[in-house]
């Protein structure tokens, strides 16, 4: 199993960034996932998952209205497209695959760095 | 949302010593049609991703020593290291996904 995200960087207060999580190793289409975020020395604060048909989303307030999550099954890729990015949405984000048993994760990507500044 | 709350903030223990961390959650986290508690550890050391330590309350996550047990039922969960070794150093989280948004506790820190 190995999740790869990528699309991070630096982006001013109000900007956008797509992320990406390439997924091999498993059946991508049979699982649900989710997306999790860490600020710099911080905890950790679970963003929001989906089933893996796409039919079931579920978002932190904290990004409600701001952040869609989504995949292509055919590409074996997770997205989490963040519009409106405030400073306090700096975090690594790890993407991780729904363990099976309701909502836990058994496996993590490596988190890529989204820094919000001007 | 259901609020988890770790304690201690953090912990030093001896090696081959017993740790254990606690977690409550703001409401209960059993599910009453299978019994389960929807309550996950996890362990995260500095630059690395976590690591899935224990599922449904008491259940070890696949390859996790058996050092490690998790017990509880409800609101109040327990993480125990019988004896703890030096690759135990980490930050420990304890995580509800009885309902989302799955939150985590605010972690604790422990050190030899």
């Known amino acids: 199993v190995q999740l790869v995200e990528s699309g991070g960087g630096l982006v001013q207060p109000g900007g956008s960034l797509r992320l990406s999580c390439a997924a091999s190793g498993f059946i991508f289409s049979n699982y649900w996932m989710h997306w999790v975020r860490q600020a710099p020395g911080k905890g950790l604060v679970w963003v929001s998952h989906m089933s893996n048909d796409g039919t079931t989303i579920s978002y932190a307030d904290s990004v409600k209205g701001r952040f869609t999550i989504s995949r292509d099954n055919a590409k074996n890729t997770l997205y989490l497209q963040m519009n409106s990015l405030r400073a306090e949405d700096t975090a690594v984000y790890y993407c991780?695959?729904?363990?099976?048993?309701?909502?836990?994760?058994?496996?993590w990507g490596q988190g890529i760095l989204v820094t919000v500044s001007s | 949302d259901i609020v988890m709350t770790q304690s201690p903030d953090s912990l030093a223990v001896s090696l081959g010593e017993r740790a254990t961390i606690n977690c409550k959650s703001s409401?209960?986290?059993?599910?009453?049609?299978?019994?389960?508690?929807?309550l996950a550890w996890y362990q995260q050391n500095p630059g690395q991703p976590p690591k899935l330590l224990i599922y449904w309350a008491s259940n070890r996550a696949s390859g996790v020593p058996d050092r490690f047990s998790g017990s509880g039922s409800g609101t109040d969960f327990t993480l125990t290291i019988s004896s703890l070794q030096a690759e135990d150093v980490a930050v420990y989280y304890c995580q509800q996904y009885y309902s989302p948004p799955f939150t985590f506790g605010q972690g604790t820190r422990l050190e030899i």
């Open positions: 991780a695959r729904d363990h099976g048993y309701g909502g836990d994760s058994d496996y």
């Open positions: 409401q209960s986290v059993l599910f009453s049609s299978n019994n389960n508690n929807y």
